[in-house]
């Protein structure tokens, strides 16, 4: 290095003179008065006189202080060799895949700066058409959780991979007994490559699927596939039990197919009729047309009785109700357009549901035949066998690939104890888990956000995943760490491409497969839609004596947004997304039926202990919840977790472990032994008022009305004048505003909005809302910009008086109401704010600057619609928050934030910006092509995450812009706007919900 | 001079002379604070002590630390500042109305109501400033010349138009009662003995000397100040009113406010009067100059405002019901019966049924029912605010986002220490201050006193040198 000395300080070090060389070693190459003020040997005139002294005194002080004042030093480093793909401040797109948890979704990833902040779904894909759930929408953040680990650990203790791999590598190479990888479905052609090519090299090697939300019991009625149901061809639909709207199978895809039927235009004015008999008040079932609240003991006799009628020739215990009778007649009536799905996970029952749907020719209809899903591929009765399997030591060594089954299987205990029988135990979990904390070996994976893959959900129909950040800890893809136990040390993506050299041939191929996230069309090796099996009478017979029992009945379901409470666990964002149908956020309880409730004196939130046959026992509190069948409750799973992170810790309790375990597979029911134990705890509600008390605030008519006349579907409000009653606009005191370029506005319709609340947390992630935590819920202190109301309908009219309106009826029908900031043109908000913190922007638009509120709260209160939410705290920096507002207060969570919107301080009012910071860049980019704004360009989140298209937002001055159109033709028939007579005047309109009663 | 009636009951008993009234009334300022005053005071320290404890967490947390939610944005804190705005209103009326129609009972209880009525607004002013979440720049409300460009205040926010009121209120409230005190600050000084007391007293009389001259001056800048303040004594609570009365919440949009929260807050402001006469007159031995004929005839104001803000709540349901407007028929009916029917009840029976007993003469005039009605009614008109603000909020127009509301201890602390606050204060003002007027009690002893009364044949008036020395207006 000094041979090659460039650069030099001054002239004096290149000529080095003697005198510079001796100073180059003083530290201080000036002069410095110190050493003489104190040298004890020096004269008088030579010491610096005390008047010197109090003067560097003086300035050392006034320079310390000076320093200390001066601000501290920000980090803003100028790119020196500028990546070639990061423009700061604009955003680049990648397509990929989110698969967790049996949820599958195409997805594109928004990076700014590089760093993932958004997904939003992809509308290339045919499987989920641009269709997004909740839970993928939220996934961003488990790329930023704080409780990943940043390196693989041995024995609880960092490691590195070197020493990792060899020592498993030797470890497997003596393994006594099999060695197997357990996981839960794996829907990737690459990744099942590299786990057989891991798997040629061990000893006894066994691949052990299972799914914490198992339905082996519908993947072995048909031959090892899920059909590929089509709802958008039906015109019947029969669900028992199964919410394929919320969480069963593929609930995005469901739901883009289901509202094509539902969607309705005085043109096309069909719409199929949706019956649902099920014991909990499912998404699903609050969508039905129909909704019969069965226990689930009678699923099967439900089903046997379609049977029955359909197919014929069981006997079966005789199970008769009016909508039954309906449904059937009904199903049988549209041969061809008819689709029975059943929920459970008993192989008996959907044998049956298999052989009524080729009854009924849904087969090459309503189920499409050619492309069976994969989503779920588990096998109980294998996982059991294997947890038998370690109890005798019969395995030598066991890997955990996305799999927790010391949390997530109902077995849990016993695999607990099997794990102290295995030698090897190595886990690929991002965190340390319940599973993880009994393993030698903890090998991180990538998140996926990080990770190449491939996915194939539905046959022929393909998706990559791609890295939109690299690694931001020492993790390591999993296949990776498979392929280099086996030997091959090939890189995944290497792996991957040449896997898919069959699919996208040489060339270009490969890049646009990356470019569009999807492949779809292609011939692969995937299991085809088995031919059906005969049917056994006998087979039936056994699962139909299982059912019909006395008692109490446990309902075990899923929750939209926990899921199976893997990885969403611990991200904040889902465990303060309200549930669709409790509205509650942070915790699971025991739903209770009315009638069970008044017979046994239970009040909300009264701590119930449910103990189910196998002795297994979980303690909750209640909550009442109208339309749960008589004699039933309902627990949901995905809480209770004990390892997942500082966020899900002890949020709720387990219920796996009441799942009855059978031979067959895992049934997640039991009858339950029911015990107030006393106390009680809060249930942290978004919404505690359940109907809507006989007001017009949201509205809904019947399809036969509508087909009479459209115009009678809604109620219009007039106000009385001299001249006759009038529309509350024509008799306004305020002036109106001119709009000329542009008037943002926004069409919701109720029909189509189908109450998942992906709009919900899609608002979160855009506007970087905070997370208060569960008892900031309870104080009635969330922050949400964007939230679906929820109102039960009742029985009592207004004849009973108020307080009877507010109960609702037992069996309610249920609808769903998005709201948020309506931007009011005449907004009672902005005439009350003394500061002019809110104004009406010339768009139309209600706009909010916080840097000029002072907090007054006045426009909050005076807002109708109750959509303002004020920052109690310091949400970002406050202790009480650090804990649940992780995208906010901790460093890694920080890098979630979207930049192009600001963290709100204390003590400012917020809410919905209709997103204005994407109206702004979408005029912009406008504006350098030199165009206007076209439509369908600028979407705000909530319309962007809307699996069901419900929302749709544009510009009302923009004659050919949808939302335009649509007012257009809705105006005076199913258009209307919420409290028109106190002439707000909203932008915000919705659309009549129309029901198909039977 | 005008005739004063025989039939009236006089207005200062015990046969007092000029002298005595002076001294009755000096003695407190000059003597050593007693047992009683010292533990009184320090009881108030204590609440203020909660006050700012309360305040300290509300600045340096957030107004999280209140139970305010997202459907409830004001509460405790807007009720306290009504409460005490009302409060306020009895002093200026007191002094400004009350002169203006020559009302001579005035004389001696206006000192210690207007008194009363600056510590109020003192202590309602600290509640617009504490609930807003950044009150840091409360000076954003006011509509100074300053360099954030086109961003002033807006005109037309009611709480902008509360801004000015309050502040104009108390200004000319507080000019109003220190150009009052000034002829006794005068006297006090005259007499005082200690260096300290004669500099403070010296500089607060402004160097009054009693001339003819100043007299004529001081009666001139009280009647303007009391011609400038009889318009806000309205204005006040009406456009405190106007916060609730120009939104769009039931129950709060109702052109009835304006003139019913006057009449609530003349009717707070006289009970609270009362409360506190009567405890220093007990305490101070003023019983002869704050008589029975004092008590009655507030009590009867009290019937008065009483029974018109009685028919102002009856009125709110007729129009309800009238309306046929939906949310505002659920409004009411949920006030009465809803969630919060105890506040409602305890609001109809303090402000209704209560100060209906002041129809009995004996209960008018007797001190321990009016010292009880009398809290009564500041309860009442507390619960009357709390219902106005949260019943009305917390079952608006979406039953969506219906909540309750419950206060925290720091809700509590702030407003028990607004009390802590105007007790500190009051007891400050009664040690130090004449409590009550001396020379307008002069003024009135030769007309209605008790002595006057058995001499009133024998013309002196005209012969008196204090009376000519002081040309009263009346």
């Known amino acids: 290095m000094q041979e090659s000395k460039k650069y030099w300080k001054g002239l004096e070090e290149l000529n080095n003179t003697p005198e510079f060389a001796q100073a180059a070693h003083n530290e201080f190459a000036e002069f410095l008065p110190v050493k003489e003020t104190f040298g004890s040997d020096a004269t008088e005139a030579e010491v610096a006189p005390r008047r010197d002294f109090l003067k560097l005194l003086g300035f050392g002080l006034a320079a310390a202080t000076l320093a200390s004042c001066e601000a501290p030093v920000r980090k803003a480093i100028p790119y020196l060799n500028k990546p070639e793909d990061v423009e700061p401040g604009i955003a680049n797109w990648y397509a990929s895949t989110y698969f967790q948890g049996g949820d599958y979704n195409s997805i594109l990833v928004k990076t700014r700066e590089g760093r993932p902040i958004k997904l939003e779904g992809n509308p290339l894909s045919g499987v989920t058409k641009g269709g997004l759930s909740a839970k993928a929408q939220a996934a961003v953040l488990s790329l930023y959780d704080n409780n990943r680990l940043s390196a693989p650990m041995k024995a609880g203790k960092a490691s590195n991979w070197k020493d990792i791999d060899a020592e498993i590598m030797n470890r497997l190479a003596s393994a006594k007994g099999k060695v197997v990888l357990v996981s839960s479905t794996i829907i990737s052609p690459t990744t099942k490559k590299a786990i057989a090519e891991f798997g040629a090299k061990a000893n006894g090697f066994e691949h052990v699927v299972y799914d914490a939300n198992s339905a082996s019991g519908l993947v072995k009625a048909n031959g090892g596939v899920i059909p590929g149901y089509d709802f958008s061809k039906a015109k019947v639909i029969v669900s028992v039990a199964a919410d394929f709207l919320g969480t069963w199978i593929s609930p995005v895809e469901y739901a883009k197919q289901y509202i094509q039927t539902r969607k309705i235009t005085k043109d096309k004015s069909d719409m199929s009729r949706h019956f649902q008999f099920e014991s909990n008040l499912s998404l699903t079932g609050s969508n039905a047309d129909v909704r019969v609240a069965i226990k689930p003991s009678e699923e099967a006799l439900v089903v046997a009785a379609i049977y029955n009628k359909v197919v014929g020739g069981i006997s079966a215990p005789a199970f008769s109700n009016k909508a039954l009778d309906k449904a059937i007649s009904e199903l049988t009536a549209a041969r061809g357009a008819a689709l029975l799905v059943a929920g459970t996970n008993d192989q008996g029952v959907q044998t049956m549901v298999r052989a009524i749907n080729q009854a009924l020719g849904a087969e090459g209809t309503t189920i499409n035949t050619n492309a069976p899903s994969y989503l779920r591929q588990g096998d109980d009765t294998q996982m059991i066998r294997l947890i038998n399997d370690m109890k005798n030591g019969l395995v030598g060594a066991a890997f955990f690939y996305d799999a927790n089954p010391a949390y997530d299987h109902p077995m849990a205990e016993e695999v607990l104890n099997g794990l102290k029988n295995v030698d090897l135990k190595v886990s690929f979990a991002d965190r340390i888990n319940e599973t993880a904390k009994l393993c030698d070996f903890i090998c991180p994976d990538h998140n996926f956000l990080e990770s190449w893959n491939d996915f194939e959900p539905k046959k022929g129909f393909l998706s990559l995943s791609q890295p939109a950040i690299s690694p931001i800890f020492k993790t390591r893809q999993a296949q990776e760490s498979l392929l280099k136990w086996s030997g091959n040390n090939t890189d995944y993506y290497t792996y991957l491409k040449n896997n898919w050299a069959g699919f996208t041939g040489s060339g270009s191929g490969w890049d646009k497969a ?102 297994q026992s979980v303690t909750l509190p209640a909550l009442i919840q109208p339309g749960q069948a008589k004699n039933t409750v309902g627990v949901a799973i995905g809480y209770g977790r004990k390892l997942a992170g500082k966020v899900a810790d002890n949020v709720g309790g387990n219920v796996y472990p009441l799942a009855t375990v059978t031979k067959d597979g895992i049934i997640f029911n039991s009858t339950v032994s029911f015990e107030k134990v006393g106390g009680s705890r809060e249930i942290a509600q978004t919404q505690t008022h359940q109907t809507v008390m006989g007001r017009i605030v949201v509205q809904e008519s019947t399809l036969d009305k509508y087909k009479k006349d459209p115009k009678s579907v809604t109620e219009y409000v007039k106000i009385a004048t001299p001249d006759g009653p009038k529309k509350p606009a024509a008799v306004s005191l305020w002036q109106d505003y001119e709009y000329k370029d542009h008037h943002w506005g926004m069409v919701i319709d109720l029909n189509s909005c189908i109450g998942c609340g992906s709009c919900v947390i899609g608002c979160n992630v855009e506007n970087n809302v905070a997370i208060v935590g569960k008892q900031e819920v309870i104080n009635r202190r969330e922050m949400h910009w964007m939230r679906i109301d929820r109102y039960y309908s009742t029985d009592a009219t207004r004849e009973d008086g108020f307080t009877e309106m507010e109960n609702p009826a037992e069996n309610p029908s249920v609808i769903f109401q998005p709201m948020l900031c309506q931007h009011c043109n005449h907004a009672p908000c902005e005439t009350v704010c003394p500061v002019l913190a809110t104004t009406h922007s010339t768009e139309g638009l209600n706009q909010m600057t916080y840097n000029r509120c002072v907090g007054t709260r006045y426009c909050a209160n005076n807002c109708p619609y109750k959509v303002r939410r004020f920052n109690w705290f310091s949400y970002p920096d406050n202790e009480k928050f650090t804990d649940v507002n992780t995208p906010q207060t901790t460093d890694l969570g920080r890098m979630v934030l979207n930049p192009d919107v600001t963290v709100r301080a204390r003590g400012v009012m917020e809410k919905c910006s209709f997103c204005v910071q994407r109206i702004q860049s979408g005029k912009l980019e406008a504006k350098k092509e030199k165009r206007k704004v076209k439509d369908g360009e600028i979407v705000t989140a909530c319309a962007q995450s809307c699996p069901t298209n419900a929302i749709v937002f544009g510009d009302l001055k923009d004659p050919n812009s949808q939302v335009r159109q649509i007012m257009a033709r809705e105006q005076g028939e199913r258009a209307f706007t919420v409290l028109e007579e106190i002439n707000t005047q909203p932008n915000i309109s919705y659309l009549t919900k129309i029901r198909n009663l039977a | 001079m005008q005739h004063v009636s025989p039939i009236r009951e006089p207005l200062v008993t015990g046969g007092k002379t000029y002298h005595d009234i002076t001294q009755d009334i000096s003695r407190h300022v000059e003597s050593k604070p007693n047992m009683r005053w010292a533990a009184a005071l320090a009881v108030s320290l204590f609440f203020l002590g909660v006050f700012l404890w309360s305040v300290y967490r509300t600045l340096w947390y957030g107004i999280g630390e209140w139970g305010l939610n997202k459907t409830v944005g004001w509460a405790w804190d807007i009720t306290n500042f009504v409460w005490w705005v009302g409060i306020g209103h009895a002093g200026t009326l007191i002094s400004a109305i009350l002169l203006l129609f020559r009302q001579k009972w005035r004389s001696s209880i206006n000192r210690a109501a207007e008194a009363m009525t600056i510590f109020a607004v003192i202590c309602a002013a600290m509640f617009p400033v504490l609930h807003m979440g950044r009150p840091w720049l409360a000076y954003w409300v006011l509509p100074l010349p300053n360099t954030f460009g086109s961003l002033w205040a807006n005109f037309n926010s009611p709480l902008l138009w509360d801004v000015f009121a309050i502040s104009t209120y108390f200004s000319v409230s507080l000019v109003f009662w220190y150009i009052g005190l000034v002829p006794d600050f005068a006297t006090i000084r005259d007499r005082a003995k200690g260096p300290i007391a004669k500099t403070v007293y010296g500089m607060l009389s402004l160097g009054w000397v009693g001339s003819a001259k100043h007299w004529s001056r001081y009666e001139t800048v009280s009647l303007i100040l009391a011609g400038v303040s009889t318009p806000l004594v309205l204005s006040v609570h009406t456009i405190v009113s106007m916060d609730f009365a120009t939104s769009v919440i039931p129950g709060w949009h109702t052109t009835i406010f304006p003139p019913y929260f006057v009449a609530g807050a003349i009717f707070s402001g006289f009970a609270m009067v009362l409360t506190l006469m009567i405890i220093t007159r007990k305490t101070f031995k003023l019983e002869d100059y704050i008589t029975l004929e004092h008590v009655e005839s507030m009590n009867k104001v009290i019937i008065l405002t009483g029974s018109i803000v009685g028919v102002a709540y009856i009125t709110e349901f007729f129009i309800a019901w009238y309306s046929g407007v939906e949310y505002e028929q659920y409004a009411f009916i949920n006030r009465a019966t ?95 201050f004449p409590v009550i007027n001396m020379f307008e009690v002069k003024t009135i002893l030769k007309s209605s006193s008790g002595v006057a009364h058995s001499t009133h044949h024998t013309s002196m008036h005209a012969n008196d040198p204090q009376l000519v020395n002081h040309p009263k207006h009346d």
């Open chain 1, 514 to 615: 990356v470019h569009d996230g999807v492949l779809e069309n292609v011939s692969t090796t995937g299991q085809a839609m088995p031919n059906v099996t005969a049917l056994s009478t006998g087979e039936i017979g056994a699962t139909l004596n299982k059912g019909a029992q006395s008692g109490i009945e446990l309902a075990i379901y899923e929750k939209v947004g926990l899921g199976t409470g893997s990885i969403e666990a611990n991200n904040p964002w889902l465990q303060e997304l309200p549930d669709p149908i409790t509205k509650a956020t942070w915790d699971n309880y025991v739903t209770v039926p009315i009638s069970m409730a008044k017979e046994k004196e239970i009040e909300q939130g009264d701590l119930i202990k449910l103990t189910a046959r196998n002795g």
């Open chain 2, 338 to 432: 809803g969630p919060y029917w105890w506040a409602y009840w305890s609001m109809m029976t303090c402000n209704v049924i209560t100060p209906q007993l002041f129809w009995f003469r004996s209960i008018r005039r007797s001190l321990t029912a009016t010292f009880i009605i009398s809290i009564f009614v500041n309860i009442g008109m507390w619960f009357e605010r709390f219902v106005i603000i949260v019943t009305s909020l917390h079952r608006d127009y979406l039953p969506s986002s219906w909540a309750m509301f419950s206060p925290t201890i720091i809700d509590i602390g702030i407003y028990v220490g607004t009390m802590g606050l105007f007790f500190t204060l009051f007891l400050l003002f009664a040690k130090y």
